[in-house]
């Protein structure tokens, strides 16, 4: 796994994980990848600090103490990083969750954004439903008050699943 800082048209930096250098510049060109704040695709490597270490000879062996935010912490204190297997394992409860969420959730695939506005507006009863839109028709969903939210993990379309 490679971990890029990337930037968006405005200027928003958020980090992303991917497979290979390869892997990141495939989805770049197939548009795959948007912004998670301002949902822009217009996306580019952002510069990043390298994560130099220091000579073995050199060091005090002591380790720098990852700092887990409890729940009640928005944002861990300047300079602390959680250790990558703490970052893993809130990672893998996360992806539980929206799992568990997607069992009791209908798929409908393309047709998410006219089911949604169905819902919305009382043509059809509501129960939960998860699908593919575009960030346009998703905007514009937002805009008429529709409830929706972006899924937090990546998450492949049924009939891509082998």
């Known amino acids: ?26 989805q770049r060109v197939r548009g ?13 490597k952002a510069v990043m600090a390298p994560n130099v270490g220091i000579k073995g000879n050199r060091g005090t062996g002591a380790s720098v103490p990852a700092i887990v ?5 928005a944002t861990l204190p300047p300079g602390k990083v959680p250790a990558p297997a703490e ?19 209908k798929w409908v695939g393309r047709a998410f ?14 129960a939960p439903i998860h699908g593919q839109t575009t960030i346009a028709e998703a905007r514009a969903l937002v805009d008429e ?9 990546p998450f492949l379309p049924p009939e891509t699943v082998n």
Request: include cysteine; charge should be negative.
């Open 87 to 105: 970052v893993k394992a809130a990672l893998q409860v996360l992806a539980q969750a929206q799992a568990k969420m997607l069992s009791q959730s």
């Open 1 to 26: 796994m490679i971990v890029f800082d990337l930037r968006c048209s405005s200027e928003h930096v958020f980090e992303a994980w991917f497979g290979s250098s390869a892997a990141y510049d495939e």
């Open 113 to 126: 954004a006219d089911e949604a506005r169905a819902m919305h507006d009382g043509s059809v009863e509501q």
């Open 145 to 153: 008050g529709v409830p929706i939210a972006p899924l937090p993990m």
């Open 69 to 73: 935010p409890s729940a009640g912490d």
């Open 32 to 44: 795959l990848l948007s912004c998670p704040l301002c949902g822009d695709t217009q996306i580019s």
